[in-house]
């Protein structure tokens, strides 16, 4: 259960929570709603093997395991001695995936876009379905999103161009999983494929990950949690291609800022561009800003993650 997880990547808007719903409804394998925990837990007990009364201790500190109903005594029954730091973290999954009757577990957290090289090492037989959406798209649907309705970190894209860095380093991140890990672990579809003919790009998922196809698992329209979110409403519809269109809705501003930063990894992947040249000395500066940033506040989160401030952070409920 815990050898072969299915991580299912993309930046940040890009339609991971409709295939994770789609999959989710298999009858083999539980992915629920974002957990968060991995890199805290991953850092917090990066000895092997894992000390299980301390690593209880802070799984039953975490919140998002009160919002999956998943109690902590249900995690214990499934610790091991002996157990790495990804079979102990895998044992929350699994125990929630016997919650609902299933054997195999999964995760969909747009946040480990940033983290690929720790769930490599932390999980060495995981599988990764990379969902890649045209990256304007992305940027029209994510700063769309009301203030206060997503959790907003220290890299919050405010405008195209910020997120254009924030998609690039990812995407490019991820793809250079893809190369390392190769295609029996790795697989990349894009977001306009999936809504313009579900079936067939779930069955290709499914065929990847080791799954049956069921017809049930595109019957999900009005039965996710995640519909409820004001952010995810696009849940309660079929899929429906052309939702967003940066051809008439991303002002020409945005637009020609998007393709100054990231045009080149656009036409990497498929997707037209109105311009054909890379990125410019202003563009790469911003670029190798955003990575220098993300890169030192990585290393303070690595801190706080091993210090007994994340104790602090993460009480349990009393």
């Not at 007990?45 to 975490?62: C, E, I, K, M």
């Amino acid at each position: 259960m815990t050898e072969q997880p299915l991580f299912v990547l993309g930046v940040r808007r890009s339609g991971t929570t409709l295939l994770r719903v789609m999959l989710d409804r298999s009858s083999a394998i539980a992915i629920p709603d974002e957990s968060y925990f991995i890199p805290q837990l991953a850092h917090r007990h990066s000895g092997t093997p894992v000390d299980a009364d301390s690593f209880l201790d802070d799984v039953r500190r975490l919140s998002t395991l009160r919002e999956w109903g998943l109690p902590a005594s249900e995690v214990a029954e499934r610790l091991r001695p002996g157990m790495t730091p990804g079979e102990a973290i895998g044992a929350i999954f699994a125990a929630y995936a016997g919650l609902q009757g299933k054997e195999r577990w999964g995760d969909k957290t747009p946040l480990y876009m940033q983290y690929l090289p720790l769930l490599e090492r932390t999980f060495p037989g995981a599988r990764f379905v990379h969902l890649v959406r045209d990256g304007r798209d992305a940027a029209l649907s994510f700063l769309s999103v009301p203030r206060g309705i997503m959790t907003e970190g220290w890299g919050h894209p405010k405008d195209a161009a910020g997120f254009a860095r924030l998609w690039r380093t990812e995407i490019e991140s991820a793809r250079a999983l893809g190369r390392r890990v190769g295609p029996d672990r790795y697989l990349e579809l894009r977001y306009e494929d999936l809504v313009r003919d579900p079936a067939a790009e779930l069955a290709r998922v499914c065929t990847f990950a080791g799954l049956q196809f069921e017809a049930d698992m595109l019957d999900y329209v009005g039965r996710s949690d995640s519909a409820r979110k004001p952010h995810q409403q696009r849940l309660n519809q079929p899929p429906t291609t052309g939702v967003r269109d940066w051809r008439t809705e991303l002002d020409p501003a945005g637009e020609a800022a998007f393709e100054d930063a990231a045009g080149d990894v656009l036409r990497a992947l498929g997707y037209e561009t109105r311009s054909s040249g890379s990125p410019s000395p202003r563009a790469r500066l911003g670029l190798g800003a955003y990575r220098a940033t993300t890169s030192a506040w990585r290393g303070v989160g690595y801190v706080m993650q091993r210090s007994p401030l994340w104790r602090r952070r993460h009480q349990p409920l009393t």
